[in-house]
């Protein structure tokens, strides 16, 4: 409308065209529209309308975390809301987060006042007085800019723009809170428990994290509120340990919610193996025996064991013979043909070492025969 008004002569008409251009989220309204008419206010008019638009709400714009033991984490739960007339999508820029921290869900859809918990995690790897990610982006996908916005902070009520969040956190190392001794013989297993008591009102499920392959226990563990309960760790060792040498070590971490964590030092001592088998075999004198030994390769990798036959008590009136090598595919069992031939009536014990060259590791049987009388080949009538 012109600023210096209208003058309209008798039965004419003129047309005033009015524009209305929200720059944020309007309720609707009823406005009436005024004009003097010969200077008396006249009311032409009333104006109705209403603006709507999508909007998310961040309860905070900012998470600290405070401190976490490395190898545990802590996880807050932040609401996301949609405080708009429309439904939209959302998601996170979650390039910036890095292996320090994570959301979920990272995206995701809200209808007009429906909001989302989201779980931040905080996981740090790496000890770090101050571990931080600022201005982490949460857009909405299917909406454009309307305007300037309403030039609140972060986390304020958004339309067309960005929600931003801030993460911080600490990340120290985690003293060892006992430590437990295993001794067995090398391919055997022995266990122990540890016992993990919980003083809060909420249930645990730990996940432990066990270092070293020769240690090995349940994926999970339930502690119940104000309760107790028992991990059992058992200790199954590959390789020997010297005599007085340096032992298996390994170690488990139970990483708690509150971000603390419970670790526990692991030290294994790995004896010589035991036989496999002890076969006490009665055999006839010259008599061709064969005899069959089972031998397994307990790595994920091909063996060649070098075969020892070993005569403990006896004499060379016995022989054991068989091919001085024998080649084992991975974690699979290859049978070794031993021929074993006594010229006399004795008692022989014997051994058979399948012992691999490379790593030092062996496999034995011991072999207790025992040769009786041959048996008559005829009978011989004599006149």
């Not at 429309?86 to 320090?100: H, M, S």
């Not at 006490?280 to 070098?306: C, D, G, I, M, Y």
């Amino acid at each position: 409308m012109p600023a210096g008004g209208l003058l309209l002569q008798p039965h004419q008409v003129a047309e005033v065209t009015l524009w209305y251009r929200p720059k944020q989220r309007m309720l609707l309204f009823k406005e009436p529209l005024h004009a003097l008419v010969a200077g008396v206010p006249q009311v032409l008019a009333t104006l109705t309308g209403a603006s709507t638009g999508m909007s998310l709400l961040l309860a905070s714009d900012s998470i600290p975390f405070g401190t976490v033991v490395l190898g545990s984490r802590s996880t807050k739960r932040l609401q996301l809301s949609n405080v708009g007339d429309l439904g939209c999508k959302w998601a996170w820029d979650t390039r910036p987060l890095g292996q320090q921290f994570s959301i979920n869900p990272a995206d995701g859809f809200l209808a007009p006042g429906q909001d989302v918990k989201l779980e931040v995690t905080f996981h740090p790897t790496a000890v770090d007085a101050d571990i931080r990610v600022e201005r982490i982006a949460c857009r909405l996908l299917n909406s454009a800019p309307t305007g300037a916005g309403t030039g609140e902070a972060a986390g304020a009520p958004s339309a067309g723009s960005d929600l931003l969040l801030t993460l911080t956190g600490a990340c120290v190392q985690s003293e060892a809170a006992g430590e437990l001794t295993f001794k067995c013989n090398v391919r055997t297993s022995t266990s122990r428990s540890i016992t993990l008591s919980n003083s809060t009102s909420t249930n645990w499920q730990l996940r432990p994290a066990i270092h070293n392959d020769f240690w090995s226990g349940a994926e999970f563990l339930k502690v119940p509120a104000g309760g107790s309960a028992e991990y059992a760790l058992v200790y199954k060792p590959l390789t020997m340990t010297p005599a007085e040498g340096q032992p298996h070590e390994g170690s488990v971490f139970f990483p708690i919610p509150d971000g603390s964590g419970l670790l526990y030092k692991l030290y294994g001592q790995s004896d010589q193996p035991t036989p496999e088998a002890v076969l006490e075999l009665p055999l006839p004198a010259k008599t061709q025996h064969s005899q069959t030994l089972r031998v397994s390769n307990w790595l994920h990798k091909p063996q060649r064991f070098k075969v020892i036959k070993e005569m403990l008590v006896g004499d060379a009136s016995t022989r054991l013979e068989g091919p001085a090598a024998i080649d084992v595919p991975a974690l699979t069992d290859r049978d070794y043909k031993l021929s074993v031939y006594s010229y006399t009536t004795a008692m022989t014990h014997a051994r058979v070492t399948f012992r691999n060259e490379g790593t030092g590791e062996y496999t034995y049987y011991e072999l207790k025969l025992s040769s009786s009388a041959p048996a008559p080949v005829g009978q011989l009538v004599m006149e």
